[in-house]
Protein backbone atom coordinates (compact mmCIF):
# COMPACT_ATOMS: atom_id res chain seq x y z
CA UNK A 1 0.00 0.00 0.00
CA UNK A 2 0.74 3.79 -0.97
CA UNK A 3 1.49 6.06 1.60
CA UNK A 4 -0.23 9.30 0.38
CA UNK A 5 -0.03 12.89 1.14
CA UNK A 6 4.03 12.81 1.62
CA UNK A 7 5.66 14.91 0.44
CA UNK A 8 8.30 14.09 -1.80
CA UNK A 9 11.51 15.15 0.16
CA UNK A 10 14.74 13.86 -1.48
CA UNK A 11 13.48 16.56 -4.25
CA UNK A 12 16.43 19.33 -4.75
CA UNK A 13 15.25 22.89 -4.66
CA UNK A 14 16.43 25.17 -6.25
CA UNK A 15 17.62 27.92 -4.01
CA UNK A 16 17.23 30.98 -6.71
CA UNK A 17 13.49 29.65 -6.80
CA UNK A 18 12.81 29.14 -3.27
CA UNK A 19 10.13 26.65 -2.31
CA UNK A 20 9.32 24.34 -4.85
CA UNK A 21 5.59 23.76 -4.33
CA UNK A 22 3.41 24.55 -7.00
CA UNK A 23 1.88 28.16 -6.00
CA UNK A 24 5.27 29.30 -5.63
CA UNK A 25 6.50 28.42 -8.57
CA UNK A 26 3.62 29.96 -10.29
CA UNK A 27 4.41 32.99 -8.41
CA UNK A 28 7.88 33.00 -9.01
CA UNK A 29 7.35 32.51 -12.53
CA UNK A 30 5.03 35.50 -12.67
CA UNK A 31 6.86 37.88 -11.29
CA UNK A 32 9.74 37.24 -13.17
CA UNK A 33 8.11 37.35 -16.42
CA UNK A 34 6.63 40.77 -14.98
CA UNK A 35 10.16 42.13 -14.06
CA UNK A 36 11.51 41.58 -17.71
CA UNK A 37 8.86 42.45 -19.70
CA UNK A 38 8.93 45.92 -17.72
CA UNK A 39 12.13 46.35 -18.03
CA UNK A 40 12.38 45.48 -22.00
CA UNK A 41 9.64 48.00 -22.24
CA UNK A 42 11.51 50.65 -21.12
CA UNK A 43 14.38 50.40 -22.98
CA UNK A 44 12.30 49.57 -26.12
CA UNK A 45 10.04 52.78 -25.16
CA UNK A 46 13.12 55.36 -24.11
CA UNK A 47 13.29 57.91 -26.78
CA UNK A 48 16.62 57.23 -27.74
CA UNK A 49 16.23 53.15 -27.80
CA UNK A 50 16.75 53.50 -31.40
CA UNK A 51 19.86 55.16 -31.86
CA UNK A 52 20.84 52.97 -29.01
CA UNK A 53 20.07 49.50 -29.86
CA UNK A 54 21.79 50.66 -33.38
CA UNK A 55 25.10 51.70 -31.64
CA UNK A 56 25.77 49.07 -29.07
CA UNK A 57 23.37 45.84 -30.18
CA UNK A 58 23.56 46.13 -34.10
CA UNK A 59 24.13 42.38 -34.90
CA UNK A 60 25.26 43.23 -38.17
CA UNK A 61 28.96 45.34 -36.46
CA UNK A 62 28.79 42.43 -33.92
CA UNK A 63 29.45 39.98 -35.65
CA UNK A 64 32.11 41.87 -37.82
CA UNK A 65 33.82 42.80 -34.53
CA UNK A 66 33.51 39.57 -33.28
CA UNK A 67 35.15 37.78 -36.58
CA UNK A 68 37.54 41.07 -37.16
CA UNK A 69 38.79 42.00 -41.13
CA UNK A 70 42.69 43.18 -41.22
CA UNK A 71 42.19 44.41 -44.45
CA UNK A 72 39.13 47.32 -43.74
CA UNK A 73 41.52 47.91 -40.98
CA UNK A 74 40.45 46.56 -37.39
CA UNK A 75 41.12 42.66 -35.32
CA UNK A 76 38.95 40.40 -34.18
CA UNK A 77 37.71 40.86 -30.40
CA UNK A 78 36.89 37.04 -30.48
CA UNK A 79 40.84 36.23 -31.16
CA UNK A 80 42.09 39.27 -29.13
CA UNK A 81 40.76 37.48 -26.17
CA UNK A 82 43.07 34.75 -26.30
CA UNK A 83 45.29 37.40 -24.83
CA UNK A 84 42.71 37.86 -22.17
CA UNK A 85 42.98 34.03 -21.54
CA UNK A 86 46.50 33.55 -21.22
CA UNK A 87 47.66 37.10 -19.11
CA UNK A 88 45.30 35.88 -16.53
CA UNK A 89 46.09 32.26 -16.76
CA UNK A 90 50.14 33.09 -16.47
CA UNK A 91 49.44 36.13 -14.11
CA UNK A 92 46.88 33.50 -11.59
CA UNK A 93 49.47 31.04 -11.53
CA UNK A 94 52.37 33.78 -10.67
CA UNK A 95 49.79 35.40 -8.27
CA UNK A 96 49.23 31.96 -6.09
CA UNK A 97 52.88 31.29 -5.83
CA UNK A 98 54.13 35.21 -5.33
CA UNK A 99 51.27 36.12 -2.50
CA UNK A 100 51.93 32.90 -0.69
CA UNK A 101 55.29 33.82 -0.38
CA UNK A 102 54.47 37.14 0.97
CA UNK A 103 51.43 35.53 3.59
CA UNK A 104 54.25 33.08 5.00
CA UNK A 105 56.82 36.56 5.10
CA UNK A 106 54.45 38.29 7.04
CA UNK A 107 53.31 35.20 9.19
CA UNK A 108 56.61 34.49 10.18
CA UNK A 109 57.82 34.92 13.69
CA UNK A 110 61.27 34.62 14.00
CA UNK A 111 63.24 37.89 15.11
CA UNK A 112 65.90 37.25 12.15
CA UNK A 113 63.20 37.67 9.58
CA UNK A 114 61.84 41.03 10.43
CA UNK A 115 63.68 43.03 7.78
CA UNK A 116 61.18 40.65 5.21
CA UNK A 117 58.34 41.40 7.30
CA UNK A 118 58.67 45.02 6.68
CA UNK A 119 59.50 44.86 3.41
CA UNK A 120 56.02 42.48 2.82
CA UNK A 121 54.16 44.77 4.53
CA UNK A 122 55.38 47.83 3.08
CA UNK A 123 54.79 46.28 -0.39
CA UNK A 124 50.82 44.98 0.91
CA UNK A 125 50.86 48.49 2.02
CA UNK A 126 51.70 50.00 -1.31
CA UNK A 127 50.09 47.60 -3.69
CA UNK A 128 47.12 47.79 -2.80
CA UNK A 129 46.80 51.92 -2.35
CA UNK A 130 48.15 52.25 -5.75
CA UNK A 131 45.46 52.01 -8.44
CA UNK A 132 46.21 49.34 -11.01
CA UNK A 133 45.64 51.50 -13.59
CA UNK A 134 49.17 53.29 -12.06
CA UNK A 135 51.08 50.91 -11.71
CA UNK A 136 50.44 49.54 -15.43
CA UNK A 137 51.73 52.53 -16.57
CA UNK A 138 54.43 52.85 -14.22
CA UNK A 139 55.38 49.32 -14.99
CA UNK A 140 54.88 49.03 -19.09
CA UNK A 141 56.10 52.36 -19.60
CA UNK A 142 59.17 52.72 -17.00
CA UNK A 143 60.29 49.31 -17.45
CA UNK A 144 61.13 49.89 -21.39
CA UNK A 145 62.65 53.34 -20.49
CA UNK A 146 65.57 51.58 -18.42
CA UNK A 147 66.82 50.12 -21.23
CA UNK A 148 67.67 47.46 -19.07
CA UNK A 149 69.29 44.30 -21.22
CA UNK A 150 66.61 41.43 -21.70
CA UNK A 151 64.34 43.10 -19.65
CA UNK A 152 63.18 46.39 -21.24
CA UNK A 153 62.60 44.51 -24.38
CA UNK A 154 59.38 42.80 -23.73
CA UNK A 155 55.77 42.87 -25.19
CA UNK A 156 53.16 45.07 -23.78
CA UNK A 157 50.99 42.05 -22.34
CA UNK A 158 54.31 40.91 -20.34
CA UNK A 159 54.58 44.37 -18.58
CA UNK A 160 50.61 44.28 -18.41
CA UNK A 161 50.87 40.40 -15.87
CA UNK A 162 53.85 42.25 -14.45
CA UNK A 163 51.56 44.76 -13.09
CA UNK A 164 48.38 42.56 -12.45
CA UNK A 165 50.80 40.16 -10.11
CA UNK A 166 52.53 43.38 -8.59
CA UNK A 167 48.87 44.60 -7.88
CA UNK A 168 46.76 41.44 -7.07
CA UNK A 169 49.34 39.68 -4.96
CA UNK A 170 48.95 42.06 -2.40
CA UNK A 171 45.31 40.95 -2.07
CA UNK A 172 45.74 37.40 -2.50
CA UNK A 173 48.19 37.25 0.50
CA UNK A 174 45.89 38.91 2.92
CA UNK A 175 43.37 36.50 1.65
CA UNK A 176 45.81 33.58 2.29
CA UNK A 177 47.05 35.29 5.62
CA UNK A 178 43.24 35.36 6.78
CA UNK A 179 43.09 31.42 5.65
CA UNK A 180 45.79 30.42 7.84
CA UNK A 181 44.91 32.15 10.71
CA UNK A 182 41.56 30.77 10.13
CA UNK A 183 42.98 27.59 10.89
CA UNK A 184 43.01 26.29 14.72
CA UNK A 185 45.82 27.07 16.54
CA UNK A 186 45.66 23.55 18.26
CA UNK A 187 46.45 21.69 14.89
CA UNK A 188 49.50 23.70 14.91
CA UNK A 189 50.42 22.50 17.90
CA UNK A 190 49.03 18.70 16.96
CA UNK A 191 51.70 18.76 13.60
CA UNK A 192 54.42 20.32 15.64
CA UNK A 193 54.31 17.73 18.51
CA UNK A 194 54.80 14.79 16.44
CA UNK A 195 58.23 16.66 15.43
CA UNK A 196 56.99 18.06 11.89
CA UNK A 197 58.99 21.20 11.42
CA UNK A 198 57.13 24.68 10.86
CA UNK A 199 57.44 24.22 7.09
CA UNK A 200 55.85 20.99 6.89
CA UNK A 201 53.65 21.58 9.65
CA UNK A 202 52.70 24.04 6.82
CA UNK A 203 52.14 22.44 4.11
CA UNK A 204 50.40 19.32 5.14
CA UNK A 205 48.06 20.40 7.84
CA UNK A 206 47.66 23.95 7.97
CA UNK A 207 47.52 25.20 3.92
CA UNK A 208 45.84 22.27 2.91
CA UNK A 209 42.91 23.61 5.76
CA UNK A 210 42.92 26.93 4.72
CA UNK A 211 42.53 26.56 1.02
CA UNK A 212 39.53 25.02 1.67
CA UNK A 213 38.14 28.16 3.62
CA UNK A 214 39.64 30.77 1.28
CA UNK A 215 38.38 29.26 -2.36
CA UNK A 216 35.32 31.49 -2.72
CA UNK A 217 37.42 34.67 -1.98
CA UNK A 218 40.19 33.87 -3.79
CA UNK A 219 38.10 33.02 -6.89
CA UNK A 220 36.69 36.71 -6.74
CA UNK A 221 39.85 38.30 -6.88
CA UNK A 222 40.57 36.24 -9.88
CA UNK A 223 37.37 37.07 -11.63
CA UNK A 224 38.40 40.47 -10.96
CA UNK A 225 41.59 40.14 -12.21
CA UNK A 226 40.00 38.23 -15.34
CA UNK A 227 38.22 41.58 -15.96
CA UNK A 228 40.89 43.79 -15.41
CA UNK A 229 43.60 42.15 -18.07
CA UNK A 230 41.21 44.56 -20.07
CA UNK A 231 43.23 47.55 -18.71
CA UNK A 232 46.36 45.99 -20.29
CA UNK A 233 45.04 47.45 -23.39
CA UNK A 234 46.33 51.11 -22.32
CA UNK A 235 49.90 49.43 -23.31
CA UNK A 236 48.85 48.58 -26.89
CA UNK A 237 48.22 45.37 -26.53
CA UNK A 238 45.66 43.94 -28.82
CA UNK A 239 43.10 42.08 -25.88
CA UNK A 240 39.09 42.08 -26.42
CA UNK A 241 38.83 45.67 -25.26
CA UNK A 242 41.73 46.87 -27.25
CA UNK A 243 40.42 45.23 -30.42
CA UNK A 244 36.67 46.58 -29.35
CA UNK A 245 38.13 50.12 -29.57
CA UNK A 246 40.02 49.76 -32.93
CA UNK A 247 36.74 48.48 -34.41
CA UNK A 248 35.08 51.67 -32.82
CA UNK A 249 36.97 53.93 -33.80
CA UNK A 250 37.23 52.27 -37.28
CA UNK A 251 33.42 51.83 -37.96
CA UNK A 252 32.33 54.57 -35.22
CA UNK A 253 29.70 51.61 -33.99
CA UNK A 254 29.97 50.47 -30.18
CA UNK A 255 28.40 47.05 -30.92
CA UNK A 256 32.11 45.61 -30.53
CA UNK A 257 32.47 46.46 -26.55
CA UNK A 258 29.07 44.53 -26.33
CA UNK A 259 31.05 41.39 -28.03
CA UNK A 260 34.21 42.21 -25.83
CA UNK A 261 31.70 42.18 -22.61
CA UNK A 262 29.74 39.55 -23.52
CA UNK A 263 33.04 37.52 -24.02
CA UNK A 264 34.25 38.57 -20.14
CA UNK A 265 30.62 37.27 -18.64
CA UNK A 266 31.53 33.89 -21.26
CA UNK A 267 35.19 33.24 -19.40
CA UNK A 268 33.77 34.54 -15.64
CA UNK A 269 30.50 32.29 -14.97
CA UNK A 270 31.97 29.00 -15.60
CA UNK A 271 35.02 29.67 -13.58
CA UNK A 272 32.04 30.93 -11.04
CA UNK A 273 30.15 27.86 -11.35
CA UNK A 274 33.75 25.40 -11.29
CA UNK A 275 34.37 26.95 -7.56
CA UNK A 276 30.80 25.88 -6.28
CA UNK A 277 31.01 22.73 -7.82
CA UNK A 278 34.81 22.31 -5.84
CA UNK A 279 33.13 23.46 -2.72
CA UNK A 280 30.26 20.95 -2.95
CA UNK A 281 32.75 18.33 -3.50
CA UNK A 282 34.49 18.60 -1.05
CA UNK A 283 31.86 18.96 1.26
CA UNK A 284 30.25 16.08 0.03
CA UNK A 285 33.33 14.12 0.18
CA UNK A 286 34.22 14.77 3.84
CA UNK A 287 30.44 13.65 5.00
CA UNK A 288 30.16 11.40 3.42
CA UNK A 289 33.69 9.70 4.39
CA UNK A 290 36.14 8.26 2.27
CA UNK A 291 35.38 5.45 -0.53
CA UNK A 292 38.74 5.19 -1.59
CA UNK B 1 74.27 18.10 33.08
CA UNK B 2 74.44 15.33 30.20
CA UNK B 3 75.64 16.68 26.77
CA UNK B 4 74.98 20.63 25.84
CA UNK B 5 76.93 20.46 22.21
CA UNK B 6 72.82 20.85 21.17
CA UNK B 7 72.91 17.62 19.76
CA UNK B 8 69.96 15.58 21.45
CA UNK B 9 70.65 11.57 21.49
CA UNK B 10 67.75 9.69 22.56
CA UNK B 11 68.06 6.28 24.07
CA UNK B 12 71.59 7.46 24.97
CA UNK B 13 72.34 7.98 28.39
CA UNK B 14 74.20 11.15 29.16
CA UNK B 15 78.16 10.64 30.29
CA UNK B 16 78.42 9.59 34.12
CA UNK B 17 75.13 10.04 35.28
CA UNK B 18 74.31 6.67 35.89
CA UNK B 19 71.19 5.71 35.49
CA UNK B 20 69.06 8.60 34.12
CA UNK B 21 65.62 9.10 34.68
CA UNK B 22 63.46 9.00 31.58
CA UNK B 23 62.42 12.24 32.60
CA UNK B 24 63.44 14.71 34.41
CA UNK B 25 62.80 18.12 35.78
CA UNK B 26 64.26 20.44 37.63
CA UNK B 27 63.02 24.06 38.90
CA UNK B 28 60.36 24.57 35.97
CA UNK B 29 58.99 28.03 35.81
CA UNK B 30 55.99 29.25 33.67
CA UNK B 31 54.25 32.50 33.47
CA UNK B 32 51.51 33.85 30.80
CA UNK B 33 52.13 37.54 31.30
CA UNK B 34 51.55 38.13 35.17
CA UNK B 35 50.18 34.87 36.25
CA UNK B 36 52.50 32.31 37.43
CA UNK B 37 51.04 28.99 36.10
CA UNK B 38 54.22 27.04 37.16
CA UNK B 39 56.10 27.67 40.20
CA UNK B 40 59.19 25.57 40.41
CA UNK B 41 58.01 22.10 39.52
CA UNK B 42 60.89 19.33 40.38
CA UNK B 43 59.56 15.80 39.21
CA UNK B 44 61.74 12.71 38.07
CA UNK B 45 59.96 9.92 36.06
CA UNK B 46 61.68 6.28 35.69
CA UNK B 47 61.22 4.31 32.67
CA UNK B 48 57.71 2.10 32.41
CA UNK B 49 56.19 4.59 35.06
CA UNK B 50 53.05 5.76 35.31
CA UNK B 51 52.68 8.66 36.81
CA UNK B 52 49.05 11.02 37.06
CA UNK B 53 48.70 14.25 37.74
CA UNK B 54 46.13 15.83 39.39
CA UNK B 55 45.10 18.91 40.74
CA UNK B 56 42.41 21.63 40.31
CA UNK B 57 41.27 23.09 37.37
CA UNK B 58 43.97 25.74 36.23
CA UNK B 59 46.98 24.29 38.52
CA UNK B 60 49.12 23.71 35.97
CA UNK B 61 48.74 20.00 34.91
CA UNK B 62 48.69 21.48 31.02
CA UNK B 63 50.82 23.66 31.31
CA UNK B 64 53.50 21.19 33.10
CA UNK B 65 53.24 18.54 29.81
CA UNK B 66 53.30 21.35 27.42
CA UNK B 67 56.58 22.20 28.70
CA UNK B 68 57.62 19.17 28.33
CA UNK B 69 56.93 18.88 24.82
CA UNK B 70 58.47 21.91 24.02
CA UNK B 71 55.38 23.46 23.05
CA UNK B 72 55.66 25.98 25.61
CA UNK B 73 58.74 28.20 26.00
CA UNK B 74 59.66 27.93 29.64
CA UNK B 75 61.01 30.52 31.77
CA UNK B 76 63.13 29.20 34.02
CA UNK B 77 64.52 25.66 34.87
CA UNK B 78 65.61 22.48 33.21
CA UNK B 79 64.00 19.26 31.52
CA UNK B 80 66.37 16.02 30.66
CA UNK B 81 64.99 13.51 28.82
CA UNK B 82 67.34 9.84 28.84
CA UNK B 83 69.76 12.53 30.88
CA UNK B 84 70.03 14.56 28.31
CA UNK B 85 68.87 18.56 28.93
CA UNK B 86 66.43 19.02 26.27
CA UNK B 87 65.35 22.61 27.15
CA UNK B 88 69.12 24.27 26.55
CA UNK B 89 69.38 26.84 23.96
CA UNK B 90 70.29 24.71 20.43
CA UNK B 91 68.40 21.78 21.32
CA UNK B 92 66.52 20.22 17.94
CA UNK B 93 63.11 21.18 19.23
CA UNK B 94 61.48 18.58 16.12
CA UNK B 95 64.23 16.14 16.84
CA UNK B 96 62.96 16.20 20.91
CA UNK B 97 59.31 16.24 19.90
CA UNK B 98 59.60 13.05 18.03
CA UNK B 99 60.30 10.95 21.10
CA UNK B 100 57.66 12.90 23.41
CA UNK B 101 54.20 11.82 22.31
CA UNK B 102 51.34 14.10 23.37
CA UNK B 103 47.76 13.25 23.55
CA UNK B 104 45.35 16.43 23.91
CA UNK B 105 42.17 16.93 25.23
CA UNK B 106 40.25 18.14 22.40
CA UNK B 107 42.37 15.14 19.50
CA UNK B 108 43.33 17.71 17.28
CA UNK B 109 42.95 15.00 14.24
CA UNK B 110 43.75 16.26 10.88
CA UNK B 111 40.46 17.31 9.94
CA UNK B 112 41.37 17.15 5.96
CA UNK B 113 42.99 13.77 6.17
CA UNK B 114 41.30 10.21 6.63
CA UNK B 115 42.33 8.31 10.12
CA UNK B 116 45.07 6.22 7.51
CA UNK B 117 46.74 9.51 6.47
CA UNK B 118 46.14 10.98 10.13
CA UNK B 119 48.47 8.21 11.76
CA UNK B 120 51.10 7.54 8.65
CA UNK B 121 52.12 11.26 8.18
CA UNK B 122 54.56 12.18 10.93
CA UNK B 123 56.09 8.75 10.13
CA UNK B 124 56.94 9.43 6.36
CA UNK B 125 57.57 13.27 6.95
CA UNK B 126 59.27 13.28 10.08
CA UNK B 127 61.11 9.70 10.45
CA UNK B 128 61.10 8.43 6.59
CA UNK B 129 59.02 5.88 6.87
CA UNK B 130 58.32 4.65 3.01
CA UNK B 131 54.48 4.76 2.39
CA UNK B 132 54.37 1.15 2.82
CA UNK B 133 56.23 0.75 5.85
CA UNK B 134 53.87 3.65 7.25
CA UNK B 135 50.79 2.16 6.42
CA UNK B 136 51.83 -1.53 7.24
CA UNK B 137 52.79 -0.13 10.99
CA UNK B 138 49.04 2.22 10.75
CA UNK B 139 47.43 -0.82 10.38
CA UNK B 140 48.53 -2.85 12.92
CA UNK B 141 48.40 -0.36 15.63
CA UNK B 142 44.60 0.58 14.12
CA UNK B 143 43.84 -3.04 14.22
CA UNK B 144 45.29 -3.52 17.66
CA UNK B 145 43.29 -0.74 19.05
CA UNK B 146 39.76 -1.74 16.99
CA UNK B 147 39.72 1.23 14.37
CA UNK B 148 40.96 -1.36 11.48
CA UNK B 149 37.54 -0.48 9.99
CA UNK B 150 38.22 3.33 10.29
CA UNK B 151 40.91 3.43 8.16
CA UNK B 152 39.60 5.13 5.62
CA UNK B 153 36.94 7.19 7.21
CA UNK B 154 37.82 11.31 8.18
CA UNK B 155 37.84 12.34 11.54
CA UNK B 156 34.21 14.05 11.63
CA UNK B 157 32.58 10.76 10.95
CA UNK B 158 33.84 9.03 14.22
CA UNK B 159 32.39 9.51 17.76
CA UNK B 160 34.35 11.28 20.32
CA UNK B 161 36.24 8.09 21.78
CA UNK B 162 37.15 6.77 18.64
CA UNK B 163 38.57 10.00 17.63
CA UNK B 164 40.18 10.11 20.92
CA UNK B 165 41.57 6.72 20.52
CA UNK B 166 43.07 7.94 16.65
CA UNK B 167 44.96 10.60 18.01
CA UNK B 168 46.88 8.25 20.55
CA UNK B 169 47.64 5.76 17.40
CA UNK B 170 48.77 8.66 15.90
CA UNK B 171 51.06 9.64 18.92
CA UNK B 172 52.20 6.08 19.07
CA UNK B 173 53.29 5.64 15.84
CA UNK B 174 56.57 7.64 16.12
CA UNK B 175 57.28 5.02 18.62
CA UNK B 176 57.66 7.51 21.27
CA UNK B 177 59.96 7.25 24.57
CA UNK B 178 57.34 8.95 26.15
CA UNK B 179 53.70 9.92 25.94
CA UNK B 180 51.93 12.33 28.02
CA UNK B 181 48.05 12.51 28.19
CA UNK B 182 46.31 15.71 28.63
CA UNK B 183 42.82 15.14 30.03
CA UNK B 184 42.25 12.90 27.12
CA UNK B 185 38.66 11.84 28.51
CA UNK B 186 37.72 14.89 30.00
CA UNK B 187 35.61 16.08 26.27
CA UNK B 188 34.26 12.80 26.01
CA UNK B 189 30.88 11.56 26.64
CA UNK B 190 31.14 8.96 29.88
CA UNK B 191 30.11 6.27 27.82
CA UNK B 192 32.67 6.73 25.57
CA UNK B 193 35.47 7.30 28.21
CA UNK B 194 35.94 3.44 28.76
CA UNK B 195 37.88 2.88 25.81
CA UNK B 196 39.89 5.22 25.81
CA UNK B 197 41.04 4.23 29.31
CA UNK B 198 41.10 0.75 28.84
CA UNK B 199 43.69 1.48 25.75
CA UNK B 200 45.50 3.81 27.80
CA UNK B 201 45.54 0.66 30.21
CA UNK B 202 47.24 -1.67 27.72
CA UNK B 203 49.86 1.22 26.97
CA UNK B 204 51.08 1.00 30.59
CA UNK B 205 50.56 -2.95 30.81
CA UNK B 206 52.99 -2.74 27.75
CA UNK B 207 55.79 -0.84 29.44
CA UNK B 208 54.91 2.84 28.13
CA UNK B 209 56.55 5.82 30.14
CA UNK B 210 53.51 8.10 31.03
CA UNK B 211 52.87 11.93 32.46
CA UNK B 212 49.23 11.12 32.53
CA UNK B 213 47.03 14.94 33.47
CA UNK B 214 43.66 13.35 34.34
CA UNK B 215 40.52 14.03 36.65
CA UNK B 216 39.73 10.17 36.11
CA UNK B 217 40.60 9.24 39.85
CA UNK B 218 39.38 6.14 39.81
CA UNK B 219 41.34 5.51 37.05
CA UNK B 220 44.21 7.13 38.57
CA UNK B 221 44.14 4.96 41.35
CA UNK B 222 43.91 2.11 39.16
CA UNK B 223 46.76 2.40 36.62
CA UNK B 224 49.49 4.83 38.24
CA UNK B 225 52.39 3.92 39.78
CA UNK B 226 52.86 7.48 41.84
CA UNK B 227 50.32 10.13 41.14
CA UNK B 228 51.41 13.67 41.95
CA UNK B 229 48.98 16.10 42.98
CA UNK B 230 49.31 19.78 41.98
CA UNK B 231 48.73 23.13 43.56
CA UNK B 232 49.89 26.71 43.88
CA UNK B 233 52.26 26.05 40.79
CA UNK B 234 53.88 23.06 42.56
CA UNK B 235 53.49 19.17 42.95
CA UNK B 236 52.51 19.36 46.61
CA UNK B 237 52.17 15.89 47.39
CA UNK B 238 53.64 12.98 45.73
CA UNK B 239 53.20 9.28 46.49
CA UNK B 240 52.01 5.59 45.24
CA UNK B 241 48.41 5.83 44.86
CA UNK B 242 47.00 3.74 47.72
CA UNK B 243 48.97 5.80 49.99
CA UNK B 244 47.88 9.72 48.38
CA UNK B 245 44.15 8.76 48.38
CA UNK B 246 43.87 7.04 51.75
CA UNK B 247 45.97 9.23 53.51
CA UNK B 248 46.79 12.06 52.02
CA UNK B 249 49.65 14.15 53.81
CA UNK B 250 49.26 17.70 52.78
CA UNK B 251 46.39 19.75 53.88
CA UNK B 252 45.83 21.26 50.32
CA UNK B 253 45.28 17.82 49.05
CA UNK B 254 42.74 16.33 51.87
CA UNK B 255 40.81 19.58 50.85
CA UNK B 256 41.27 18.58 46.92
CA UNK B 257 40.24 15.15 47.86
CA UNK B 258 37.40 15.98 50.07
CA UNK B 259 35.54 17.56 47.04
CA UNK B 260 35.67 15.63 44.69
CA UNK B 261 34.49 12.78 47.04
CA UNK B 262 31.63 15.03 48.19
CA UNK B 263 30.89 15.46 44.03
CA UNK B 264 30.72 11.38 44.10
CA UNK B 265 33.95 11.46 41.42
CA UNK B 266 36.00 9.06 43.69
Given at each position: MEVQGLPDLSARRSRLLGPGDRRGLILSTASTVVVLVALLAIFLLAPGSAQVRHTFFNPADMWQSFVGNPKAGYYSVGAALWLNIRMFVAAEILILIAALVVAIIRLSTGPVLLPLRVVATVYVDVARGVPLILVIFAIGFGVPALQLKGISAQSAAVYGVAALVFSYSAYVSEV???????VHRSQVAAARSLGLSQWASMRYVILPQAVRTIIPPLLNDFISLQKDTALVGLLGAIEANKAAEIYSDTVFNYSSYTVAAILFLLLTIPLARFTDHLIARDRARRLAGAEQ | MGRTDGVFRPGEPASGSGEAAALRIEGLRKSFGAHEVLRGVDLAVASH???????????????????????????AGTIWLDGQPITSPGVDQNLVRRHIGIVFQSFNLFPHMTVERNVTLAPMKVLGLSRSEAVSQAAELLDRFGLGEKRADY?????????????????????????????????????????????????????????????????????????CFLADGQIAEQAPPAQLFSQPS????????????????L
Open positions: YRAGINS | EVICLIGASGSGKSTLLRCVNLLERIDPDRLSGGQQQRVAIVRALAMRPRLMLLDEVTSALDPELVADVLDLIRELAEGGMTMLIATHEMGFARDIASRVDERTRRFLRRITDAGR
